[in-house]
Every structure is written in structure tokens, then in C-alpha cells.
């Protein structure tokens, strides 16, 4: 490993640092070789890596850290939060020469936990486990996880559970939260912090003539990217507060996360989520939302005299969101079409997810079907075969005259055939509970190559529970 240690030199305001806190009978989970290649882990740090990723170990030259933030959480302003149960345990560069965060996820509590225990349950650790490899592998921007480890110690949620550490990877954990957290209780460190995420994640823009604003243009226009790709993966978050959301637009903190199997635009995950604010349907608006929050944060950068300016220059960039969301998201559903990328087309695919949705049809099986050009399938299991029937000669329409072929390998290269379905994950955790991780070795190599067909496929990889069978509650408690 190479540390490249750059958090520790902001202001000590900002982090406490101390040591992870090790749970009796650690043991190994999953590892992932590759993702730990790609840091430039020496084959000794390799065979090391459950003391690494239990907390017995740290490494020489990094003390541990906890970051302080703040946030709003589902709409309400909830004052300071912080790393509760996670600590940066190094920055490491990986082989393209970039920095790369390794969070050690349940390390114990820290003076940000208030009043949670500091752990993180087996059940949750696979589940961030096996979601971030998913997203990586989807070409989603997204945290991921060299490994993980399960323990003999009981930490109590709604039954006991085993404790758990996850070993998070991401391009950065600043999230919008830290900015809110620094107006907030040391204002005095906003311009420096702000100089720093710019040269850290966004160096392009410090030749920029407003440096500020075109760092605030990249946050939202990589923000609008990683959710229009959320939505074209069936992906809902769970839990968008803005201490969750990371200022390099890349997926963080998803807890309550599912990917969306029968079609239901108001489809909440979290059960937490009585009001469904974080509902698939609301990611896009709630994205718009915590920007305009995290912007107001910017605000005070700017001189007086200029301050109204500024305000107008935020704005403008802000209403660039919107746009750069649709142009991704219809593009992207295009591809998924095998259609041409027009207007017309992204009708024809308004239509076909009318569809899905009043036939109650599983999103990521039928846009397989629709690319395997298994038409009959599809229409079988459909109750309105008019408003099929009508789809699919508007569908053969717009494909007429087009080189097929390059469609068709657009769209192989755009639905998945594996997602992580909650039933998927809920097997593998129980059997984990038992001290069993094969099933989590064999999602995790279906959920690397996601576009193609893996010999260790069952046939219930590819579709949701019968409809009789109740689903699995997934909560905010983790
Ligand atoms: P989340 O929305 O799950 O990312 O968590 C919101 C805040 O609660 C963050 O500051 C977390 O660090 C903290 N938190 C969540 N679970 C725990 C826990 N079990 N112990 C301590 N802090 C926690
Ligand atoms: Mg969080």
C-alpha cells in the first residue's frame, strides 16, 4: 500500500482521531483480491487483511480518524453528526496514481456517536458489501468494500445480531453534510476546506476563472449523473439525507438501498421511510433538494460586493441539474431500448414502463426479455395485450431502418441480468449467520460480470418472489 495521508492536514477541528475498537471473535467474512490489487496491496498485506479489517491492526504512520459533519435528515435540520461507527483508517494510492479512502465500517463508537453503540450488524455489513461490488460492476459510480469480517460479539438491533466490520473504499467521504457542519460550528474553516476539496477532487477548476462556482457546477452535474444511473438500474438509495451524499457524486452511505424488482415508481425500500421521501420516484427531486442546501453553504465565500452575483451564478448552475439528469436519463433508457437516441424513443420507453408498471412486471427481466427480443414472453405476462400490442409496433417502428446490430450490442451492454434482489442478499446473510459465506462468494461473482451469463446462476437470480410471498423489511437499523 501506498499512504498518500492528505485528511489529517485539515484543521483538528474537523476529525478526532483514535483507535478502532476490535470485536471478540473476529473472523473472516469475504475479500476482495482484486479491488485490493487495484490499491497496490503487497501479497503480505493481502494474507493480512483480517486484522486490518477487524480493527486488531492498524497501519504504522495513519492514526484512525472519526469526521465531523452534519446534515439534514429526511427534511429536517439535525445538527452535528460525525462518523458514529466508522473511522478513516488510511488514504492509499491506487494504480492510476489516485487517492483512496479505506473506512473502517462498526470500528466502536466515537465522540460523534450519540447514542448508537458504534457497531454495524453482519446483515448489513453483506449488504453494503455485496451492493457496492454490484454498482462497480454496473459502472456506477460508487463506494465499495475490500472486505469484510464477522465476529462472535452480539450487538443488539431489533433481535441480536452479529457484530461486523466492513473495509469501505471510496474516492472521497466528504459529503454535502460537511459544509452545513462548518458553517454551522467553525465558519472560519469553510474557505480553506473549500480550497481543499477543490484541489483534492476537482483540480481542473482551480484554472477556471470562479474556481468556487465551477467546483459547485461538477458537484451538481455529477450528482445528476449518479442518480439518473440509480434510476436506470432500479436503484433507490434509502436513506438521501445530506450527510449520506459525498461531494464526488459517487454512492455513499446506503443503508436501506434496494434494487427495485416489480415496477412501482413509489416503491420505498426503507421502512423507515413512512412518508416515503426517499421513495425511486422522489431520488431525482430529492438530489435537487440537497444541493440547493449544500449551496447555500457556499454563500459565504463570497465578498460582500459580489455576494448577489454569487448568489445568481449558483442559481443558473443549479438549474442545470434538471437537464443534465433528463439528457443522462433518457439516453440511458434509450440504450436499454436498443432505440435510437431521439425523443420519440424515449416515448416509446415512457410507454413500455407504463407497461411494467400496471402489469406489476419486474423491471431489470423485462428489459432482458425486451433485449433477448423474447416478445411473446412479455406479452404473456401481460392482462392488457391492446396497450402491448400497440407498444410493439411503435417499438418496430422506431427500429426499422436502424443497424440493428449495434443496438442490440448497446443494449447487452446495458441491462443487467443480475441485480441484487433483497431475496438474494437475505439467503446469503442467513446462511452467513450460520457460518456459511459461499453464498456470498457466489453473488459475489455473479454481481462482478452482471451483463452476462455466470455458470453459478440459479433461476431465482433472475426473478422477484412470487407475488404470495411477503417481502423482506428492510430499515433504517443497521
Ligand atoms: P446513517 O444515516 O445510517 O448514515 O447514520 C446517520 C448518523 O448516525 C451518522 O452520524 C452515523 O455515524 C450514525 N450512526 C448510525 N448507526 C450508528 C451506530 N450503530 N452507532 C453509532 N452511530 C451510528
Ligand atoms: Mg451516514
Redesign the pocket.
Known amino acids: 500500500m501506498i499512504l498518500n495521508s492528505r485528511y489529517p492536514k485539515l484543521n483538528s477541528k474537523l476529525y478526532h482521531q483514535q483507535q478502532p475498537s476490535s470485536l471478540h471473535g473476529a473472523k473472516a467474512g469475504h475479500f476482495n483480491a482484486a479491488l485490493a490489487n487495484t490499491l497496490q496491496w503487497s501479497e503480505a498485506e493481502k494474507d493480512n487483511w483480517v486484522a486490518l479489517c477487524s480493527g486488531q491492526q492498524t497501519l504504522n504512520d495513519f492514526e484512525p480518524l472519526a469526521m465531523v459533519?452534519a446534515?439534514h435528515?429526511f427534511g429536517q435540520w439535525a445538527g452535528q453528526?460525525?462518523?458514529?461507527?466508522?473511522l478513516l483508517i488510511a488514504q492509499v494510492q491506487n494504480q492510476h496514481g489516485q487517492i483512496i479512502d479505506l473506512h473502517l465500517k462498526g470500528a466502536g463508537?466515537?465522540p460523534?456517536?450519540?447514542?448508537?453503540?458504534?457497531?454495524?450488524v453482519l446483515r448489513s455489513v453483506i449488504r453494503e458489501y455485496l451492493a457496492g461490488h454490484a454498482l462497480n460492476a454496473l459502472g456506477i459510480a460508487s463506494s465499495n468494500a475490500i472486505g469484510f469480517t464477522s465476529s462472535s460479539q452480539k450487538?443488539q438491533r431489533e433481535r441480536a445480531e452479529f457484530g461486523a466490520m466492513l473495509l469501505r473504499t471510496a474516492d472521497s467521504h466528504i459529503r454535502l453534510g460537511h459544509f452545513e457542519w462548518i458553517n454551522q460550528y467553525a465558519p472560519e474553516q469553510l474557505a480553506d476546506f473549500t480550497q481543499k476539496c477543490i484541489e483534492w477532487h476537482f483540480p481542473e477548476c482551480l484554472t477556471e476563472e470562479q474556481p468556487i462556482l465551477a467546483f459547485a457546477q461538477q458537484v451538481i452535474t455529477r450528482t445528476a449523473i449518479m442518480i439518473a444511473n440509480w434510476q436506470l438500474v432500479g436503484f433507490a438509495h434509502g436513506?438521501m439525507?445530506t450527510?449520506?451524499l459525498n461531494i464526488t457524486g459517487s454512492t455513499l452511505?446506503f443503508?436501506p438501498f434496494g434494487f427495485m424488482e416489480r415496477f412501482r415508481p413509489n416503491w420505498i425500500n426503507n421502512h423507515s421511510d413512512a412518508q416515503g421521501r426517499y421513495s425511486y420516484q422522489n431520488q431525482p427531486s430529492i438530489g435537487h433538494w440537497n444541493l440547493w442546501m449544500w449551496l447555500n453553504n457556499l454563500m459565504p465565500l463570497a465578498k460582500a460586493e459580489e455576494k448577489e452575483q454569487f448568489k445568481q451564478d449558483l442559481a443558473s448552475a443549479l438549474e442545470q441539474y434538471e437537464p443534465t439528469f433528463l439528457a443522462h436519463y433518457q439516453q440511458g433508457l434509450n440504450n436499454k431500448m436498443g432505440l435510437p437516441d431521439t425523443s420519440e424513443s424515449f416515448d416509446c420507453a415512457m410507454q413500455f414502463l407504463r407497461i411494467l408498471q400496471s402489469e406489476q412486471l419486474d423491471y431489470t427481466q423485462s428489459f432482458l426479455r425486451l433485449q433477448q427480443q423474447d416478445y411473446q414472453k412479455l406479452r404473456d405476462d401481460c392482462l392488457n395485450l391492446h396497450q402491448f400490442d400497440q407498444f410493439l409496433a411503435q417499438y418496430h417502428a422506431l427500429r426499422e431502418n436502424q443497424d440493428l446490430e449495434q443496438l442490440q450490442t448497446t443494449m447487452q451492454q446495458h441491462n443487467p441480468r443480475y441485480v441484487l434482489r433483497n431475496h438474494m442478499a437475505q439467503r446469503a446473510i442467513e446462511a452467513a449467520e450460520n457460518d456459511d459465506f459461499s453464498e456470498v462468494d457466489r453473488l459475489f461473482q455473479l454481481l462482478a460480470t452482471p451483463f452476462s451469463q455466470h455458470p453459478l446462476e440459479r433461476a431465482e437470480d433472475l426473478a422477484p418472489l412470487a407475488s404470495d410471498q411477503a417481502e423482506i423489511a428492510v430499515s433504517?437499523s443497521?
Open positions: 459533519y446534515g435528515q453528526l460525525g462518523d458514529g461507527r466508522g463508537k466515537t460523534y456517536s450519540r447514542m448508537g453503540d458504534g457497531r454495524a450487538v436513506v439525507n450527510d449520506n452511505d443503508g433504517c443497521s
